[in-house]
């Protein structure tokens, strides 16, 4: 089943507690998802710099100092140099100052360990359990930026752990990230055709072929807009996701609209939800004038008005 959930704030040029926002609106529809939850945060673009984030547990040997001192190494072999770092529960959280082909590294790290995301404003943050527990272990409420999705998970096709978990990062390519309900049919034709292009997957799920499927169409300059029309031709499938960018939201609903979606807009913000409930969780008392998505639509916003 699932439930999603993102949020933009607009028209602003400043930070907003969207992590408490995002687990707000996952605790309302966690019934949707009990099996795992997470996180893709967005905040200011660090000029110059890549955000990283792995599991520690991926490592074979070494664990905790041994697994950080091993991505360390490699990262430095990639000409990637160590700014700021954390072990945030069973994350490694690191900043480094990079120059290089982004999708390289990506690729490279991800033989070394397993990695989470890479953005120069994205963080993805994901582990078993509800939205407060995962907040309890790594403090996605102390997050403050500008926009971010959400996803709480119930295992249907893979196991509960947090590999499997969305968000998924569109492994290669820095800020792009994805929350999805739904079923892709056509996976492995479409993954096949990404793959001689010499494209790498990390799983086998169909939320992280639609993360790339779009990243792909931004690296050639496709606008998000026109890549989402794209992948309503493309996909096949009941689906309803959200993608996020650097500086842009949006979502895509398959033409049957078998998988819920509800939308909240004003002058500051627009959140997306599964059920009304999360949106209610933003603005509690409040009625709120909502609408749903149409059959085969397709949507962005950006942080300017």
């Not at 959930?5 to 009990?34: E, S, W």
């Not at 072990?87 to 290089?100: A, E």
């Not at 799920?205 to 993360?211: F, T």
Request: aromatic share 8%; with cysteine.
């Amino acid at each position: 089943m699932c439930g999603i959930a993102g949020i933009m704030y607009r028209g602003v040029d400043q930070v907003f507690d969207t992590g408490d926002a995002l687990i707000r609106m996952l605790d309302g529809c966690q019934h949707r998802g009990p099996d795992s939850t997470g996180f893709a945060l967005y905040a200011p673009e660090l000029s110059g710099r890549l955000k990283l984030r792995f599991f520690l547990d991926r490592l074979n040997e070494g664990g905790g100092h041994g697994a950080i001192d091993a991505i360390r190494r490699r990262l430095g072999e990639l000409g990637a140099i160590v700014e700021e770092e954390a072990q945030v529960g069973d994350n490694y959280r690191v900043t480094v100052g990079f120059s290089g082909d982004v999708q390289k590294l990506s690729y490279e790290m991800e033989r070394a360990a397993k990695v989470i995301s890479i953005g120069t404003s994205l963080e993805i943050v994901k582990d078993v359990g509800s939205a407060h527990e995962v907040d309890d272990r790594y403090d996605v409420h102390e997050f403050r930026g500008t926009h971010g999705l959400g996803h709480v998970r119930l295992a249907t096709e893979s196991e509960v752990k947090p590999e499997a978990a969305h968000p998924f990062w569109a492994t290669g390519f820095a800020d792009v990230a994805i929350v999805h309900n739904g079923q892709i049919t056509n996976y492995w034709k479409m993954r096949r055709r990404l793959q001689q292009r010499e494209f790498e997957f990390t799983t086998d799920n169909d939320s992280e072929l639609i993360a790339v499927y779009l990243a792909d169409k931004l690296a050639q300059g496709i606008a998000l807009k026109e890549a989402l029309a794209s992948s309503i031709e493309d996909l096949d499938g009941t689906f309803s996701f959200l993608v996020s960018t650097q500086d842009e939201i949006g979502y895509a609903k398959d033409r049957l609209a078998a998988k819920p979606m509800i939308m909240y807009q004003d002058e500051n913000l627009v959140a997306i939800a599964s059920e009304e409930v999360s949106l209610n969780r933003l603005f509690p008392g409040q009625a709120l004038n909502t609408r749903e998505p149409a059959p085969g639509t397709y949507a962005t916003w950006s942080h300017s008005i």
